[in-house]
């Protein structure tokens, strides 16, 4: 079996890190060796699949570089047009891999798209991941033979339901806040959580900005 210091109990959680880092760091210059990441046409540019790039751990991805560190340089840079293009691929390549990524790792990608200012970008690119929900589902597809008895089908069917209604309500919450953050970014709060605080206690300051929203035809319900 092949030496793995991760799994060394001899070696400090300081070593480990070091290691850690290292590998993240080889995974990065390896895949800058296959593809172009520095230009928009670059990252078009990368097939679908990739799955021969692909390193031996999910760090090693190129949809988990497109989200991670590749998307952090150009969202801290700004630069709009780089860091959807990262979004975009990484999303491509995450709908037809053999990873399970889930709803909210794509929702993630698009609020740092809202974030950045790159408000089209990100609604259209949140229409393309619920279509291919829409597709593939949510949740796991399970029936009443994969449970011990039917009281805990019946138990796990009733999470499934609160779970999709808690979905569709932080949705909710989300869209209208970055509606606010599009069109009346004076009234917009700083932070989504902000806002949601202030529409769970129907504030005066929430109050206000329903008035403001209405005046200049904003639908923020």
Request: some cysteine; hydrophobic content about 35%.
């Given at each position: 079996?092949?030496?793995?210091?991760?799994?060394?109990?001899?070696?400090?959680?300081?070593?480990?890190?070091?290691?850690?880092?290292?590998?993240?760091?080889?995974?990065?210059?390896?895949?800058?060796?296959?593809?172009?990441?520095?230009?928009?046409?670059?990252?078009?540019?990368?097939?679908?699949?990739?799955?021969?790039?692909?390193?031996?751990?999910?760090?090693?991805?190129?949809?988990?570089?497109?989200?991670?560190?590749?998307?952090?340089?150009?969202?801290?840079?700004?630069?709009?047009?780089?860091?959807?293009?990262?979004?975009?691929?990484?999303?491509?390549?995450?709908?037809?891999?053999?990873?399970?990524?889930?709803?909210?790792?794509?929702?993630?990608?698009?609020t740092h798209l809202h974030n950045l200012g790159a408000h089209k970008q990100a609604w259209?690119?949140?229409?393309?991941?619920?279509?291919?929900?829409?597709?593939?589902?949510?949740?796991?597809?399970?029936?009443?033979?994969?449970?011990?008895?039917?009281?805990?089908?019946?138990?796990?069917?009733?999470?499934?339901?609160?779970?999709?209604?808690?979905?569709?309500?932080?949705?909710?919450?989300?869209?209208?806040?970055?509606?606010?953050?599009?069109?009346?970014?004076?009234?917009?709060?700083?932070?989504?959580?902000?806002?949601?605080?202030?529409?769970?206690?129907?504030?005066?300051?929430?109050?206000?900005?329903?008035?403001?929203?209405?005046?200049?035809?904003?639908?923020?319900?």
């Amino acid at each position: 079996m092949a030496y793995n210091i991760f799994d060394d109990e001899s070696k400090t959680i300081e070593e480990k890190n070091d290691a850690y880092s290292r590998k993240r760091e080889q995974e990065v210059v390896r895949l800058k060796s296959f593809y172009d990441f520095s230009t928009v046409d670059g990252i078009k540019s990368i097939p679908v699949p990739c799955t021969e790039v692909n390193g031996d751990s999910p760090t090693g991805r190129v949809e988990y570089y497109l989200r991670g560190q590749c998307f952090a340089k150009y969202y801290k840079e700004k630069n709009i047009a780089l860091a959807v293009e990262c979004v975009r691929k990484a999303h491509s390549l995450m709908f037809i891999s053999d990873m399970i990524w889930k709803y909210d790792a794509y929702i993630s990608d698009i609020t740092h798209l809202h974030n950045l200012g790159a408000h089209k970008q990100a609604w259209e690119e949140e229409a393309r991941v619920d279509s291919y929900f829409r597709k593939v589902g949510i949740y796991p597809h399970l029936s009443i033979r994969d449970f011990p008895n039917v009281f805990a089908y019946f138990k796990w069917k009733r999470l499934i339901k609160e779970m999709e209604e808690e979905r569709i309500r932080k949705r909710s919450i989300r869209h209208e806040y970055y509606r606010l953050q599009e069109y009346l970014p004076a009234l917009c709060p700083k932070s989504l959580s902000g806002y949601s605080r202030m529409k769970n206690s129907n504030s005066k300051a929430y109050q206000k900005i329903l008035a403001q929203a209405a005046l200049y035809g904003v639908d923020i319900i």
